[in-house]
């Protein structure tokens, strides 16, 4: 299984209920294909969902969480010159930002990075999209990547830059049952999710 952050687990046996199939997913955790590495699905005309969105592909990715920060910065690559921030609470609709330029945005961003890559209750991305492309990284509350491109190239020679392979069977730990506790019982200096969410609406 990948490093996850220090807030998200899989769940206890004792935690979940007896003779369900939560308790039957979780025991079966030990196999998941919770690993490194990335799936890849081309957006095709016969997807009836997505066909008038402008994007190329959707890619998954699994990373080690200590390695997260570093490939969502390379992804940045991919990018325009100006991006808007995506934020919000998991299972909430999230806050869509202003455009402002890219470099901005990332220097904002870096602050806080551990808040970013390890608070399990705050969904957040980086998004440009116009009638042509759609280019969106997105990191749900359980950190992994989600990712919206239109440059295949670029995209593949980043994932091979990290030593991540195409895996198409991979698991995410959001399949199985699992527990988030806040970043601040770890660390009390980090700031709150709700305070972070604050701070970096634009």
Known sequence: ???????????????VPKN????????????????????????VEEDEENK?????????????????WDLIYS???????????IIGYSESEPF???????SDLIASLEKFK?????????????IYNDKESLTEIFIPDSKYIEFWGVDIDGFKSIMTKFDLNQVDDMEFIDEYP?????????????????DLINELKI
């Open 178 to 194: 699992k527990v988030r506790e806040p970043l601040k019982l770890f660390d009390n200096s980090i700031m709150d999710t709700n």
């Open 75 to 85: 992804l940045t690559e991919l990018l325009p010159d100006v991006s808007s921030l």
């Open 96 to 102: 869509y930002c202003d455009y402002i330029a890219k």
């Open 114 to 126: 551990i808040e970013l890559t390890e608070d399990a209750f705050l969904d957040w991305g980086i």
């Open 52 to 68: 008038d969105i402008p994007f190329k592909f959707y890619s998954e990715i699994n990373i080690n969480n200590s390695r997260l």
């Open 20 to 43: 369900s199939t939560a308790l039957e997913r979780l025991q079966n955790i030990e196999n998941s294909r919770i690993v490194e590495g990335y799936t890849f699905k081309l957006n």
């Open 1 to 15: 299984m990948i490093e996850l952050p220090k807030t998200i687990r899989p769940a206890r046996l004792d935690e």
